[in-house]
């Protein structure tokens, strides 16, 4: 397995997007998420991917940040969680600090049940790491303030005649002002093995990423011209991906 990165600047450095992760993953067959053999190498392995991008002068009103997975032959890409860094404390730490607990509140009874599940239900393997890594991320991520609130949402695009499943991030500017000119987020998810009915893709491909920000009603898009449905392949920050099946137990 190989980790990557790939950037994309302005040449005057005031805008950038990077992208990085992981470009070999291992893919698992669907029913791996519910193995109850306890062998390691039947674990399900999640991936992180990475964005961060940096913008000089005031912070923009909006950005929003795309992270795009190929579907193509012999594997699908699940979704897991997604998150926005920060580094605290931050201007407005009390407040921030509240929105966390309330977020950790309603997260701790799914992931007290998990770990019932673990230690009762011989062995789950997986369930209690799963668990942990969420957990994980959500205590590292920015919350959900008030009206100014980042969130996500799961879209799709067609690039270069290839269709793309992917995750949009939409952050406000005052989310913006607290972080920092260096912004990063990143999405945990799981590749499965799945093989065409018929036809099928084009084989394995790239993560593509771009970014756009708003700064005083006009985009600034991260790389140039990159929100357009079909761009072309210099539009984008990308990673190149080569998906491998699990091999079979013997």
């Not at 909006?62 to 998150?83: H, S, T």
């Not at 209690?128 to 980042?150: C, E, F, N, T, Y």
């Amino acid at each position: 397995m190989v980790s990557r990165w790939d950037r994309w600047s302005r040449q005057d450095g005031a805008n950038w997007l990077e992208v990085y992760g992981e470009s070999d993953p291992v893919s698992v067959p669907l029913a791996g998420l519910f193995s109850t053999n306890s062998d390691a190498s039947r674990e399900f392995t999640p991936y992180l991917y990475v964005w961060t991008f940096g913008y000089t002068g005031d912070a923009p009103d909006k950005a929003e940040v795309r992270l795009l997975f190929p579907a193509v032959d012999g594997w699908r890409v699940k979704d897991v969680q997604a998150l926005v860094y920060h580094l605290p404390p931050v201007q407005e730490e009390r407040e921030w600090r509240t929105a966390v607990a309330e977020d950790l509140n309603a997260l701790a009874p799914a992931v007290g049940l998990a770990g019932q599940l673990a230690a009762t239900v011989a062995p789950l393997p997986g369930l209690s790491a799963a668990s942990a890594a969420i957990a994980h991320l959500k205590m590292r991520s920015a919350p959900q303030v008030g009206h100014d609130a980042w969130y996500v949402r799961r879209i799709h695009q067609h690039t270069g005649g290839t269709l793309y499943y992917g995750v949009e991030w939409t952050l406000p500017g005052k989310l913006l002002q607290q972080v920092g000119t260096r912004v990063t987020g990143a999405l945990l998810v799981q590749y499965f093995s799945a093989e065409p009915v018929r036809g099928g893709g084009r084989g394995d491909g790239a993560l593509l990423s771009h970014a756009r920000l708003t700064v005083k009603g006009r985009a600034v898009e991260l790389p140039d011209g990159s929100w357009s449905e079909d761009a072309g392949a210099d539009a984008f920050v990308m990673l190149p991906l080569s998906v491998t099946a699990q091999a079979a137990r013997e």
